[in-house]
């Protein structure tokens, strides 16, 4: 084995080396020591990229995006109480989610009130319940005189609901359970939180107009794009299977009324910036969201309630100054004139002889 | 050969070797600094690991305190979606079990009704509905249909007539319906049930493309290049694993997936050969097929998901990750609403899991405005095992072939 390289290797001398093993011991360590400091120091930086950490998992970036944190946030749904109270405001829950079944007597179309008021009317910038709720009593320049929660509520099966077309013919009288029950469920979903305040997330928020204003035709390609392939080419929404409605109809008898906020452009070029399409919101341009509400908003549907004369006096008296196509001729037509109910609400309207009025 | 006498040259003995060289100290720095902090890593998804196991220990006792055959549980899991938590059902769509005439018939008709579903028009509670109602025959045990049954005579019957059904009448009334389909609407059910109100009648059934020579030829023997589509999707459509269940998926979507399988717009080499050697026509005709068939479930929670959280995002979303709920858009149940969105409904969970994976990677893309891909990236792996769990545990989608044929003339247009 003479010549064996690791023989000859042994040859090499120590000397140099000796007490080494130590001192190398004592280089690794601080070293190593110093390198975890600087990898420390650089990740605290933040001038790592953070896929080679792994850190910041995009669930909670969009997670934070979307509920900042001085967002007033309703209760669970499963902390509704085992209480009288409590069973009241599932019932209001119900009405909310599936309206034209639980106060099917004042919906003349095909809505649920959940249908504008997203996830059950918790969601911010889709008028959530929490906020509404604390803001009023309030006046309100519609009907010029203060309104309780009830008023409004009112208002909502007036003109969103479209209660003429009912098989009542009206929104629920005053006084009606329906009102107790809703009232409670928007009192729960707002627990805890301030009153009299404007909270984050009120309303549907506002879009500036663009300054071009809108164009209708350029609104029919948002919608071909972006609307059609939910709410249908027809806007007339789509049924599954047993007939209920997936998805709302925006325009024609079976949606809301000449006299709904959301016939009102802005209101909703708002709804549909902050909202639509479903789990995309933000993802049209302001200009875009305009040009595609008006769109929706030029299409004939069921009459204002509250005409008594022509529709230009009508539009003088209750539309004036707004962002409304109430009463302009589009496209060689007069709007306003109303498309009468579905068939399947004139199927279970009350006879005009039998309409009395209500109490 | 001048080189043998080179004095440079090394004898030719010598064998190459290396002088044993320290490691340099960088090295050793950086693998000091990689086992700390490999240790402490260890140490902190340790704690991680503890905080999930603790978690899953408590899901699982949460679980087992809610007994699996309690009537309300079993009814808020399987009929509230469509019937509604307090079963006052859906104007014009579904009918209410409170007041009904069917419900006041007993357990028996209940046990039935769940048994084989329905499929037609109904009179009840003075409304007319155009039902479809699925079969629970495989999503639900005998006792959770005897247990369910009882449950609904007693909330909704007026009078003493709730009596309770058990599992052994059940595992009787299984055997005796087994082969007799689904209800053919109120005409059917008044054969068993005099008291109920006069019923509308059966609408003609339309031409069924089942009866289609050519269409039977492709779906069970293939031709050439084309494999038949039973080989892989089950004699029935009802497919396994990540073959996806095709049986009650809306005609026109199958027919477009075909479409894009085709065009490489949807990728699957499998399927872009046998997409490549059909006809538009046979695409639509296979699709009309697969959309009419009424088959039981063979899907079943594979994936171990959390189905309570499947549940909740079925039903209610996370809007706090941006997500809707999966049955705003695929309809009340997961029976689809075509063209755009495929029923979910019983659909094998490793292929729903898959296919999540796939929008959330951008493997698969040729969903309409980007939706699933936007909704599958937020879900994290967990949320996408417990969707898919939960939606396969879900009865199959009672295909009609009415709705198909109105939906195929409109597609025409």
Same mark, same amino acid.
């Given at each position: 084995?003479?010549?064996?390289?690791?023989?000859?290797?042994?040859?090499?001398?120590?000397?140099?080396?000796?007490?080494?093993?130590?001192?190398?011991?004592?280089?690794?360590? #601080?070293?190593?020591?110093?390198?975890?400091?600087?990898?420390?120091?650089?990740?605290?930086? @933040?001038?790592?990229?953070?896929?080679?950490?792994?850190?910041?998992?995009?669930?909670?970036?969009?997670?934070?995006?979307?509920?900042?944190?001085?967002?007033?946030?309703?209760?669970?749904?499963?902390?509704?109480?085992?209480?009288?109270?409590?069973?009241?405001?599932?019932?209001?829950?119900?009405?909310?989610?599936?309206?034209?079944?639980?106060?099917? @007597?004042?919906?003349?179309?095909?809505?649920? +009130?959940?249908? +504008?008021?997203?996830? #059950?009317?918790?969601?911010?910038?889709?008028?959530? /319940?929490?906020?509404?709720?604390?803001?009023?009593?309030?006046?309100?320049?519609?009907?010029?005189?203060?309104?309780?929660?009830?008023?409004?509520?009112?208002?909502?099966?007036?003109?969103?609901?479209?209660?003429?077309?009912?098989?009542? #013919?009206?929104?629920?009288?005053?006084?009606?359970?329906?009102?107790? @029950?809703?009232?409670?469920?928007?009192?729960?979903?707002?627990?805890?939180?301030?009153?009299?305040?404007?909270?984050?997330?009120?309303?549907?928020?506002?879009?500036?107009?663009?300054?071009?204003?809108?164009?209708?035709?350029?609104?029919?390609?948002?919608?071909?794009?972006? +609307?059609?392939? +939910?709410? %249908?080419?027809?806007?007339?929404?789509?049924?599954?299977?047993? %007939? @209920?409605?997936?998805?709302?109809?925006?325009? %024609?008898?079976?949606?809301?009324?000449? %006299?709904?906020? /959301?016939?009102?452009?802005?209101?909703?070029?708002?709804?549909?910036?902050?909202? /639509?399409?479903?789990?995309?919101?933000?993802?049209?341009?302001?200009?875009?969201?305009?040009?595609?509400?008006?769109?929706?908003?030029?299409?004939?549907?069921?009459?204002?309630?509250?005409?008594?004369?022509?529709?230009?006096?009508?539009?003088?008296?209750?539309?004036?100054?707004?962002?409304?196509?109430?009463?302009?001729?589009?496209?060689?037509?007069?709007?306003?004139?109303?498309?009468?109910?579905?068939?399947?609400?004139?199927?279970? /309207?009350?006879?005009?002889?039998?309409?009395?009025?209500?109490? | 050969?001048?080189?043998?006498?080179?004095?440079?040259?090394?004898?030719?003995?010598?064998?190459?070797?290396?002088? =044993?060289?320290?490691?340099?100290?960088?090295?050793?720095?950086?693998?000091?600094?990689?086992?700390?902090?490999?240790?402490?890593?260890?140490?902190?998804?340790?704690?991680?690991?503890?905080?999930?196991?603790?978690?899953?220990?408590?899901?699982?006792?949460?679980?087992?305190?809610?007994?699996?055959?309690?009537?309300?549980?079993?009814?808020?899991?399987?009929?509230?979606?469509?019937? =509604?938590?307090?079963?006052?059902? *859906?104007?014009?769509?579904?009918?209410?079990?409170?007041?009904?005439?069917?419900?006041? &018939?007993?357990?028996?008709?209940?046990?039935?009704?769940?048994?084989?579903?329905?499929?037609?028009?109904?009179?009840?509670?003075?409304?007319?509905?155009?039902?479809?109602?699925?079969?629970?025959?495989?999503?639900?045990?005998?006792?959770?249909?005897?247990?369910?049954?009882?449950?609904?005579?007693?909330?909704?019957?007026?009078?003493?007539?709730?009596?309770?059904?058990?599992?052994?009448?059940?595992?009787?009334?299984?055997?005796?319906? &087994?082969?007799?389909?689904?209800?053919?609407?109120?005409?059917?059910?008044?054969?068993?049930?005099?008291?109920?109100?006069?019923?509308?009648?059966?609408?003609?059934?339309? $031409?069924?493309?089942?009866?289609?020579?050519?269409?039977?030829?492709?779906?069970?023997?293939?031709?050439?290049?084309?494999?038949?589509?039973?080989?892989?999707?089950?004699?029935?459509?009802?497919?396994?694993?990540?073959?996806?269940?095709?049986?009650?998926?809306?005609?026109?979507?199958?027919?477009? =997936?075909?479409?894009?399988?085709?065009?490489?717009?949807?990728?699957?080499?499998?399927?872009?050969?046998?997409?490549?050697?059909?006809?538009?026509?046979?695409?639509?005709?296979?699709?009309?097929?697969?959309?009419?068939?009424?088959?039981?479930?063979?899907?079943?929670?594979? *994936?171990?998901?959390? *189905?309570?959280?499947?549940?909740?995002?079925?039903?209610?979303?996370?809007?706090?990750?941006?997500?809707?709920?999966?049955?705003?858009?695929?309809?009340?149940?997961?029976?689809?609403?075509?063209?755009?969105?495929?029923?979910?409904?019983?659909?094998?969970?490793?292929?729903?899991?898959? =296919?999540?994976?796939?929008?959330?990677?951008?493997?698969?893309?040729?969903?309409?405005?980007?939706?699933?891909?936007?909704?599958?990236?937020?879900?994290?792996?967990?949320?996408?095992? &417990?969707?898919?769990?939960? *939606?396969?545990?879900?009865?199959?989608?009672?295909?009609? $072939?009415?709705?198909?044929?109105?939906?195929?003339?409109?597609?025409?247009?």
């Amino acid at each position: 084995m003479t010549n064996d390289p690791r023989d000859r290797a042994s040859d090499t001398p120590r000397d140099a080396q000796s007490g080494g093993g130590t001192r190398k011991a004592i280089y690794a360590a #601080g070293g190593g020591l110093a390198l975890i400091a600087l990898a420390t120091a650089a990740v605290q930086l @933040d001038v790592v990229p953070r896929w080679l950490i792994g850190a910041g998992s995009s669930i909670e970036e969009t997670a934070a995006a979307t509920t900042p944190d001085d967002q007033f946030t309703p209760p669970a749904r499963d902390a509704i109480p085992d209480s009288p109270f409590g069973d009241a405001v599932r019932r209001g829950e119900a009405i909310f989610t599936n309206t034209a079944t639980n106060a099917g @007597d004042h919906v003349g179309n095909g809505l649920s +009130c959940s249908n +504008c008021h997203l996830d #059950g009317g918790r969601h911010p910038l889709s008028a959530p /319940m929490w906020a509404a709720w604390v803001t009023y009593p309030k006046y309100r320049a519609k009907n010029d005189q203060i309104n309780t929660m009830e008023d409004r509520v009112m208002g909502c099966f007036t003109y969103s609901m479209n209660a003429q077309y009912s098989p009542a #013919g009206g929104p629920p009288p005053h006084g009606d359970d329906i009102y107790r @029950d809703l009232e409670s469920y928007f009192f729960w979903l707002a627990s805890k939180a301030p009153t009299n305040v404007s909270l984050d997330g009120i309303g549907f928020g506002k879009v500036p107009k663009p300054e071009g204003g809108y164009d209708l035709a350029r609104g029919a390609d948002v919608f071909a794009a972006n +609307c059609a392939v +939910c709410h %249908g080419e027809d806007g007339q929404g789509q049924r599954d299977i047993n %007939g @209920d409605y997936t998805f709302p109809p925006l325009w %024609g008898p079976d949606s809301y009324n000449w %006299g709904a906020g /959301m016939s009102r452009i802005d209101t909703a070029a708002a709804f549909i910036k902050n909202n /639509m399409p479903l789990s995309q919101p933000g993802s049209l341009t302001d200009q875009e969201a305009w040009d595609v509400a008006a769109y929706l908003d030029s299409h004939e549907r069921p009459r204002d309630p509250r005409q008594t004369g022509t529709i230009e006096e009508n539009r003088l008296a209750n539309h004036d100054g707004d962002e409304i196509l109430y009463g302009q001729v589009v496209n060689g037509v007069l709007l306003g004139q109303g498309t009468g109910p579905s068939p399947a609400r004139a199927a279970t /309207m009350a006879t005009p002889s039998a309409a009395e009025p209500q109490n | 050969m001048a080189h043998k006498s080179d004095p440079k040259r090394p004898a030719e003995i010598y064998e190459p070797y290396e002088e =044993q060289a320290g490691v340099p100290l960088p090295v050793i720095w950086i693998a000091i600094a990689l086992a700390f902090w490999g240790v402490l890593m260890l140490y902190d998804t340790g704690d991680s690991v503890r905080v999930s196991l603790n978690d899953r220990a408590e899901d699982s006792e949460a679980l087992a305190n809610v007994t699996p055959d309690e009537g309300a549980s079993l009814f808020e899991a399987n009929c509230a979606t469509c019937h =509604q938590p307090d079963g006052e059902g *859906l104007r014009d769509a579904v009918p209410p079990l409170a007041g009904s005439e069917v419900v006041a &018939a007993g357990p028996g008709i209940i046990a039935r009704i769940l048994l084989r579903g329905i499929d037609g028009p109904l009179t009840v509670a003075d409304a007319t509905y155009d039902g479809h109602m699925p079969s629970f025959a495989s999503a639900l045990s005998d006792a959770e249909i005897a247990r369910l049954a009882s449950y609904v005579t007693t909330r909704w019957a007026n009078g003493p007539d709730g009596a309770a059904s058990s599992a052994d009448d059940v595992t009787d009334l299984r055997g005796e319906v &087994a082969d007799l389909g689904s209800f053919a609407g109120g005409m059917e059910l008044a054969r068993l049930i005099p008291s109920l109100p006069p019923q509308p009648p059966m609408p003609a059934p339309s $031409a069924a493309p089942r009866d289609d020579a050519d269409v039977l030829q492709l779906v069970f023997a293939g031709r050439d290049e084309v494999w038949s589509c039973a080989s892989c999707h089950g004699d029935l459509g009802q497919g396994d694993e990540t073959t996806p269940r095709l049986a009650g998926l809306p005609a026109a979507y199958i027919t477009k =997936q075909l479409h894009d399988f085709r065009e490489g717009t949807r990728v699957n080499e499998s399927m872009h050969l046998v997409a490549s050697g059909l006809t538009k026509g046979e695409m639509t005709a296979l699709g009309t097929y697969f959309a009419t068939l009424r088959v039981p479930s063979n899907a079943g929670a594979v *994936l171990s998901g959390d *189905l309570a959280r499947g549940e909740e995002l079925a039903l209610q979303g996370d809007w706090s990750i941006g997500v809707p709920a999966c049955f705003t858009c695929h309809g009340a149940s997961g029976f689809g609403v075509a063209p755009g969105f495929p029923g979910l409904a019983a659909q094998h969970a490793p292929y729903t899991a898959a =296919q999540l994976a796939n929008w959330a990677g951008g493997e698969r893309h040729n969903d309409p405005l980007g939706l699933m891909a936007e909704i599958s990236g937020a879900l994290s792996t967990q949320d996408r095992r &417990a969707v898919a769990d939960y *939606l396969a545990t879900r009865p199959p989608v009672p295909a009609v $072939a009415a709705t198909m044929t109105r939906m195929e003339t409109d597609d025409d247009q």
